[in-house]
């Protein structure tokens, strides 16, 4: 598979330029009115797919990676995921506890916690379970389902060191308890460390408050680390020298490993990647040039590097990544290629800056084994069928 270059690429956009035909003016109405909140376009289609578990309360809905531009993530299209359903807060009635191994114990009211000098960041989330049906080849036929339990926002909020700082955090202190206001009261045990420097207690996404999925009134929120420590509708943080092992920490996001261990608090996220189009599910008309594009992120900092291949993985070409680049965010990439109307096997793989190279499925059952749902990173191809079709591999 050949790719193409920027010169060609404009050619063949001139080309296709000078075929248009001017249409004639026709008669115009005059549009719908103004509105209080914006609505999009009656012909844009995208949604979330819904996955429910147990209960109607408890579940999953996947962002449609595939159907998004850039990296930013609307907030109507964020992916959930939820234990017992999404409670109604009143923010003026929330309240947030710190208290445990501190000097001050704080009540703060969400009033009191925006009054705080605050931040505004673009960072991605990512579910600890996002892709886990790869791990058995129970593989998903397209993006959203396979890929969807992440997303990248803007949040603002206040800096949870600012927060610790004020209550004097007790020497011995190592972990901290984030507890959310929903039915089950989520909780999950977050290790005092310099990443935690990144984390903020959240209010706003993309220049509004968060969405009641999304914890309204305060989220925890902890860039770079698995989903699950993110805890939404926050109401209290217990400072401590130990985890407490709680029910989401041991029984969920967990990994078995081969020798019968537990792998766990595997909380930065690795360097992942996967291709949005072309992509399982979609269909090229016809042989000619396209922009493969598609999304990579990482816990550990900066996306340095992503590549594609067209060969399996024999050979790996590097991609364009849109700049400007965050850390612990979605960095957009991009190739022009040329499609021939022959088979292809295509992937992704990511570089973070630590110098990490996103793996193989097999390489990370070799390391891990199979007895896992979570935290998989492996590289995702997809194969276009001479008609353009393009499906799952492992599906095909």
Known sequence: MKSTNRREALRIGAALGGGLLARAEEPRSLGTPLSGYGERSRFVKSARTTRVTKTPEAGSSATPLAETYGIITPSSLHYERHHAGIPDIDPAQHRL????MVERPLTLTVEEIRRLPSVSRIHFLECGGNSGGEWQTKNQ??????????????????????????????PGAKWIIAEGADACKMQRSVPILPELDHAMLAYGQNGEPLRPAQGFPLRLLTPGWEGNTQVKWLQ????????????DETSKYSDLMPDGKARIFSLPLEAKSVVTFPSGGQKLPGPGLYEITGLAWTGKGLV???ELTFDGGATWTEARIDEPRFPRAFARFRLPWRFEGKP?????????????????????IAARGM?????????????IGADGSVTNVETA
């Open 236 to 247: 209290r943080l217990y400072v401590t020298d130990q985890p407490h092992m709680t029910r």
């Open 344 to 364: 292809v096997t295509i992937a992704s793989r990511a570089t973070d800056e630590t110098g990490y190279v996103q793996p193989t499925r097999e390489q990370l």
């Open 304 to 306: 340095t590097k992503a």
């Open 371 to 383: 007895n896992s749902g979570y935290h998989f990173n492996g590289i995702k191809f997809w194969r």
């Open 97 to 100: 506890v710190i208290h445990g």
């Open 141 to 170: 036929p397209d993006v959203q389902r396979s890929y969807g339990l992440a997303s990248c926002s803007e949040w603002t909020g206040v800096p949870l060191r600012l927060i610790l700082d004020e209550v004097g955090v007790k």
